[in-house]
Every structure is written in structure tokens, then in C-alpha cells.
């Protein structure tokens, strides 16, 4: 079981065991230096969770979750606001979580990430998602923005890995992230890797028409004896080792 990754501001976590679970604690949400009352219960029959603020209250639903928690973070540190966000722990411990501010007295919804291995705020305005990737987790950054309550994916064109492994059978690997572009190297078994960053952003079509955001994602590999190239995931999944796959 992967370890879970949690916030750098993290202030308060609840956790709680049982089929329908109650949280309760109390906390100042908007610097006024009055603690707000905070509860949620948690059915876990249902997936259904229940967040009350004070007189206020929301009641969403989980995608998948086994166990629930409550954190209170401060996402942006000059909005005189903080977060709440409710987790639902779900498939192989991942988070789907639920953000939340209380304002005039109102449960106010902020954003909502689904999938990830935690997250991480330093009081920027911004978010670092631990995204797991099959055998490396991708540190995904959002903008929040406080006035509209949305969280905004900003797009990078690379993502570190800093993965090793070794060829157990020939591919190889192209100057340019193009399946037309010509070979650097035509990698030999035994041959150490490094699996510098990666592109995510290529999209394939499975055999039945859906869409496949994995398959095609580009690799920049260097070896021990300093050649470099790119590589599909599809081109090499199969023919390395020492990759740790899980998820």
C-alpha cells in the first residue's frame, strides 16, 4: 500500500471507522476569531457524506471510498479564508476530494479533484497534486482562484520522473516526440536507463473507439553511457524492467 501524501498546512485531520461515521470539531474558517462548528458524517453504504458548518450543511457523493476524512487547509493565504476538504479514500488508497469555504454564513463548493495521492499548498493560491502515473507520480499544479471557487489545471509540457530501469528486449528510441522522427539509438538488453520526464499529453483510441490517455505518452530516456531519446510508453512498457507498476 503506497504511503499517502498529505498537506504542508495541514491544521486539523479526522478520521473515523465505522459504517456511518461523525466528525466533529471546531475551528476559525475566516480569521473573525469566532470558531466554526464543524461536523460530517460519512455513510459508507451510500458514499454519501454530509458536511455541516455551523447551521449550514452540503451532502455530496463520494466515486469510491472506504474511509473518509476532514482536513482544514489555507489554499490562499491573502483571502482571509480557509478550506475545508473532505476525502474519501478509495481504489488503492486514492483521494477523491471535495473543497469547500464558509462564507456569510454559507457552505460555498471550490473545486473538486477526483483521483490523487494528496495534495500539497503552501499558501500561494495554488495546489500540487500527487497524481500516480502506473510507475511514477506526476506532480500536477492548479491555480485556485478564490473569487469564482474554481481550481484551474496549468498545463507544463514535461513532468519529472526520474525513474531507472533496464532493456530486456530492443526498442528504440527517436530524436523528436514524432513516430516519424529518426532513431538516436536502438537500445540493447541490459542496458541501464534513466527515465528523465515524460509529455502526458498525447491521446490514443483503445480498439473499442474510447479514449486511451496513457498509452501514448512520451518518455525522455538517457543511458548509463549518456545516449538520449523518446519512446512511447506502448514501445517500451513491455520491454524494460525495474519499473515498480501498481494502480
Known amino acids: 500500500m ?18 456511518i461515521r461523525d466528525t466533529v470539531f471546531s475551528v476559525d474558517l475566516n480569521f473573525d476569531r469566532n ?4 461536523s460530517c458524517t460519512y455513510n459508507e453504504n451510500t458514499l454519501e457524506f454530509t458536511l455541516k458548518i455551523n447551521n449550514a450543511a452540503v451532502t455530496e457523493k463520494f466515486i469510491d471510498s472506504y474511509d473518509c476524512a476532514v482536513e482544514v487547509i489555507d489554499i490562499n493565504r491573502n483571502d482571509n479564508l480557509k478550506e475545508i476538504v473532505v476525502k474519501g479514500y ?37 495546489i500540487t497534486e500527487y497524481a500516480w502515473m502506473g510507475f511514477w507520480t506526476a506532480k500536477i499544479r492548479y491555480d485556485f482562484d478564490s473569487k469564482n471557487k ?50 502526458i499529453s498525447p491521446l490514443c483510441k483503445y480498439e473499442d473507439g474510447s479514449d486511451d490517455d496513457f498509452s501514448c505518452d512520451w518518455f525522455f530516456f538517457k543511458t548509463s553511457d549518456g545516449k538520449q531519446g523518446w519512446c512511447r ?6 520491454n524494460v524492467d525495474g519499473l515498480i507498476w501498481a494502480g
Not at 35 to 38: G, R
Open 150 to 199: 474554481t481550481l484551474t489545471k496549468i498545463e507544463e509540457e514535461f513532468y519529472e520522473v526520474n525513474q531507472e530501469c533496464e532493456v530486456t528486449a530492443p526498442f528504440k528510441l527517436l530524436v523528436k516526440r514524432d513516430d516519424n522522427s529518426e532513431t538516436a539509438v536502438t537500445l540493447s538488453p541490459k542496458t541501464k536507463l534513466t527515465i528523465i520526464k515524460a509529455d
Open 90 to 126: 478509495g481504489n488503492s488508497d486514492q483521494a477523491d476530494m471535495y473543497f469547500y469555504q464558509y462564507i456569510n454564513d454559507k457552505i460555498v463548493p471550490a473545486g473538486h479533484l477526483p483521483s490523487n495521492f494528496g495534495i500539497e499548498v503552501t499558501g500561494n493560491g495554488k
Open 2 to 19: 503506497k504511503q499517502i501524501l498529505t498537506t504542508l498546512l495541514l491544521i486539523l485531520t479526522f478520521s473515523v471507522n465505522a459504517q
Open 233 to 238: 510508453l506502448k514501445d517500451f512498457q513491455q
Open 35 to 38: 470558531e466554526d462548528k464543524i
